[in-house]
């Protein structure tokens, strides 16, 4: 597949995208606001800030199109700023803040493993989501988000060697010039000016950044995952209604889809795309996938609790059926005959 035919699909796939996590999203935010019963408490709000991030992540995608590879020791995103005739700040402030929207993403999954568990041991701790504690939850992803953005931004170093080094794999592979490009890469072993190996400290630095940023949500999700996991186990033990257990399970399962999505789509794929340059192992396969990945995550994201939730997979389906009903109309005939149109 040449170059030019491998951005048109991605493009398509990216606007794709895009419209149906609008549409999905924007659903989504409506059935939570009619829809969810009271005792689903700020739970609500914070489903529907984070509907709000997913449809952010897919408008900042279609707007930057990545070109995300690797190439020997390092791994790059690069965006073609010439072609798109678009100002070079403008340019790495979109690359930036893309990478940021995956910091989010992952605060945002921890976050919501954390409130399900208060939701379950029922000990009073649901009060810290509450009034003022809210605002204080809604900040921490956005936090994530931003110290992603820096460290894209200051501490993965975009010096002569790095742009040299992946020079000719950005020509060969997307068929654009570096110089009409900005990017963000890690070089673990770039060339110096005689061709020596040498270790790109500032890459690791950024690498070790990255992964400190990652393993923060992740052991969160493992943590109260697990505890969370323990407790409905137990739910037939607590005394509690039919109707309360069946949300909580809903809720729960809702959230566990939720979290292998981002575990298959986001931590390992990144993963495995920060680490295996280190070791040089050929991974350009996975690049391409990933740079689909980035497109479609944000409207797969929402797809569970529309699923799971009694609440909004019902309504959702009544609709589908009304629209149905309407389109099969019955008319009756002069010569009394019956005719479905």
Same mark, same amino acid.
């Given at each position: 597949?040449? +170059?030019?035919?491998?951005?048109?699909?991605?493009?398509?796939?990216?606007?794709?995208?895009?419209?149906?996590?609008?549409?999905?999203?924007?659903?989504?935010?409506?059935?939570? @606001?009619?829809?969810?019963?009271?005792?689903?408490?700020?739970?609500?709000?914070?489903?529907?800030?984070?509907?709000? =991030?997913?449809?952010?992540?897919?408008?900042?995608?279609?707007?930057?199109?990545?070109?995300?590879? #690797?190439?020997? +020791?390092?791994?790059?995103?690069?965006?073609?700023?010439?072609?798109?005739?678009?100002? *070079?700040?403008?340019?790495?402030?979109?690359?930036?803040?893309?990478?940021?929207?995956?910091?989010?993403?992952?605060?945002?999954?921890?976050?919501?493993?954390?409130?399900?568990?208060?939701?379950?041991?029922?000990?009073?701790?649901?009060?810290?989501?509450?009034?003022?504690?809210?605002?204080?939850?809604?900040?921490?992803?956005?936090?994530?988000?931003?110290?992603?953005?820096? *460290?894209?931004?200051?501490?993965?170093?975009?010096?002569?060697?790095? #742009?040299?080094?992946?020079?000719?794999?950005?020509?060969?592979?997307?068929?654009?010039?570096?110089?009409?490009?900005?990017?963000?890469?890690?070089?673990?072993?770039?060339?110096?000016?005689?061709?020596?190996?040498? @270790?790109?400290?500032?890459?690791?630095?950024?690498?070790?950044?990255?992964?400190?940023?990652?393993?923060?949500?992740?052991?969160?999700?493992?943590?109260?995952?697990?505890?969370?996991?323990?407790? *409905?186990?137990?739910?037939?033990?607590?005394?509690?209604?039919?109707?309360?257990?069946?949300?909580?399970?809903?809720?729960?399962?809702?959230?566990?889809?939720?979290?292998?999505?981002?575990?298959?789509?986001?931590?390992?794929?990144?993963?495995?795309?920060?680490?295996?340059?280190?070791?040089?192992?050929? =991974?350009?396969?996975?690049?391409?996938?990933?740079?689909?990945?980035?497109? @479609?995550?944000?409207?797969?994201?929402?797809?569970?609790?529309?699923?799971?939730?009694?609440?909004?997979?019902?309504? *959702?389906?009544?609709?589908?059926?009304? #629209?149905?009903?309407?389109?099969?109309?019955?008319?009756?005939?002069?010569?009394? +005959?019956?005719?479905?149109?």
């Amino acid at each position: 597949m040449n +170059s030019e035919t491998y951005r048109l699909i991605k493009l398509n796939i990216q606007v794709i995208s895009v419209i149906f996590s609008i549409l999905v999203n924007s659903i989504l935010i409506y059935l939570i @606001i009619k829809k969810s019963p009271i005792n689903m408490g700020t739970y609500r709000h914070l489903m529907v800030y984070f509907c709000c =991030c997913s449809i952010i992540f897919g408008v900042f995608d279609v707007i930057v199109q990545p070109n995300v590879q #690797t190439y020997k +020791s390092a791994f790059f995103m690069v965006v073609d700023v010439k072609q798109r005739n678009m100002y *070079v700040s403008l340019g790495k402030f979109c690359v930036y803040g893309l990478c940021g929207c995956f910091g989010v993403a992952i605060y945002g999954i921890a976050i919501h493993f954390v409130y399900r568990f208060f939701a379950l041991e029922r000990r009073g701790r649901i009060r810290y989501f509450q009034g003022f504690y809210l605002a204080f939850w809604f900040v921490i992803p956005i936090l994530g988000g931003v110290a992603w953005f820096l *460290v894209t931004a200051m501490v993965f170093p975009k010096t002569k060697l790095e #742009t040299e080094y992946i020079r000719i794999a950005v020509r060969e592979t997307f068929d654009i010039d570096i110089d009409d490009c900005v990017y963000n890469a890690g070089v673990f072993f770039p060339l110096d000016e005689n061709g020596k190996r040498v @270790i790109g400290w500032g890459s690791f630095a950024g690498f070790t950044c990255y992964l400190s940023i990652m393993i923060i949500p992740f052991t969160i999700i493992l943590i109260f995952g697990f505890k969370s996991w323990k407790i *409905v186990r137990e739910l037939l033990d607590h005394g509690e209604s039919e109707y309360s257990k069946n949300l909580q399970m809903q809720l729960y399962k809702a959230l566990v889809a939720q979290t292998l999505v981002p575990l298959v789509l986001l931590f390992i794929p990144f993963g495995l795309l920060f680490s295996l340059p280190i070791f040089e192992i050929d =991974c350009q396969f996975l690049a391409a996938i990933i740079t689909l990945i980035f497109a @479609i995550y944000p409207a797969v994201d929402p797809l569970p609790i529309l699923y799971f939730v009694d609440y909004y997979r019902i309504p *959702v389906i009544e609709a589908f059926k009304r #629209t149905k009903c309407k389109k099969n109309r019955v008319s009756m005939n002069p010569d009394g +005959s019956v005719t479905f149109e």
